[in-house]
């Protein structure tokens, strides 16, 4: 990696077309000073809704320039389009990891800039399909301590609301229905508290085999919801802090779409507290998929001498390390 010899301003288009959402994002300036013209989603949420969770077909045809990890169909769709502008208009293109657009964008703040002040942190990643811990030393250098093994946290919230005929997207209908709940009322299973790593599907499991899963009344899908909320977030709170602990890191941050739900954040703010390590968490409109996150990383790449290939393949399951 060789620094470009000056940090005047440049200005990024960015395509996000990961997986269900089309979003693009414009971001003027450098490392540490940046304006945000304009950042637009189109979301797909009312498409999917009646299905319970993102159908591919769907999400590719209605448009999906991430270049992995998410769907191929709408990967391809935006990193060509991308590919396409940056030939047409000689300028220099960059594929961008969509979690490195996550793990990043906790540090992304339009009044006070932020890329001079990613500091060695762990990182914790919390979305529809991925739940890792990564240790983040500096720029495009981190290491992945631990990742889900089967449902990601952000699933198990889509599977139990679909169980639950609450609908799609199921973290918000949770999370609402979770407020003036019991979250003592059910024994749910905090799966793996030993490891580093994460698994949901016994937690989802355990939800199905409640007595009368199936013909809740008000209170008692309050008191499942809070219960089945509280046990992931027992299990994302402990996992977190028993890593910043062990890799010795003064700062925590967590970011993806299930980072906005409130009493995560809530409750893994004053563990941080408890422990004395600063917390930082993305602001919740750049929590979801979006372009802004993917345009912050390109920026910083770039300043930093980074550029892709205009022959690299896009990769559905690219690794972030």
Known sequence: MKRLPYNSPVTVLALETSCDETAVAILRGNDSRYELPASEVASQVAAHEKYGGIVPEIASRNFAATSGPGLASSLMIGASIAKGLAIGLCKPYLGVNHLEGHLLSPFFNIEK?????????????????????????????????????????????????????????????????????????????????????????????????????????????????????????DVLVAKTLAAAQKYRVNLVTVSGGVSCNQELRSQLREACRRKGIEFKSAEPWLCTDNAAMIAFAALLRFQAGFHSQLTGEIDPNLALV
């Open 113 to 233: 800039g932020g890329g001079n002040d990613i500091k060695p942190h762990l990182s914790l990643i919390v979305s529809g399909g991925h739940t890792m811990l990564v240790l983040v030393r500096g720029l495009a250098n981190y290491q992945l301590i631990g990742r889900t093994v089967d449902d990601a946290a952000g699933e198990a919230f889509d599977k139990v609301a679909k169980m639950l005929g609450l609908g799609y997207p199921g973290g918000p209908k949770i999370e609402k229905h979770a407020r003036g709940g019991d979250p003592k009322r059910f024994d749910l299973p905090r799966s793996m508290l030993g490891s580093e790593n994460f698994s949901f599907s016994g937690l989802k499991t355990a939800v199905r085999y409640l007595p009368k899963v199936a013909h809740l009344d008000e209170e008692m899908l309050s008191d499942v919801c809070a219960s089945f909320q509280q046990a992931i977030i």
